[in-house]
Nanobody
Framework: QVQLVESGGGLVQAGGSLRLSCAASGRSFSIYTMAWFRQAPGKEREFVAGISWTTRYADSVKGRFTVSKDNAKNTVYLQMMSLKPEDTAVYYC?????????????????WGQGTQVTVSS
């Protein structure tokens, strides 16, 4: 079992930056593939970024967001820059035992409670 707790969300102006953190508890954090998803009101949950032996990004955030993982701290991060109003959503951290950063929510075994990110224009 893995418990995930996100933090770092908030309100930011367009063009600003935020860094989200996801702290994991449980054993063997290093073997999990981690990902960030987001869900805006009235929309489906969508893949943002993932990290395993490599990283993967949604086209909409490529070049603006960076995902990283610190196995010693059992934490995964999402550095978000040049934020846009359309980035507004609840951001979720997820974990899976697979070797690749899958892009569909059903492939992830564990989820955090989410953190709200609001980007004002």
């Amino acid at each position: 079992q893995v418990q995930l707790v996100e933090s770092g969300g908030g309100l930011v102006q367009a063009g600003g930056s935020l860094r989200l953190s996801c702290a994991a508890s449980g054993r063997s954090f290093s073997i999990y593939t981690m990902a960030w998803f987001r869900q805006a009101p009235g929309k489906e949950r969508e893949f943002v970024a993932g990290i395993s032996w490599t990283t993967r990004y949604a086209d909409s955030v490529k070049g603006r967001f960076t995902v990283s993982k610190d196995n010693a701290k059992n934490t995964v991060y999402l550095q978000m820059m040049s934020l846009k109003p359309e980035d507004t959503a609840v951001y979720y951290c997820a974990a899976r035992l697979g070797a690749t950063a899958a892009s569909t929510p059903i492939e992830y075994d564990f989820w955090g409670q989410g953190t709200q990110v609001t980007v004002s224009s």
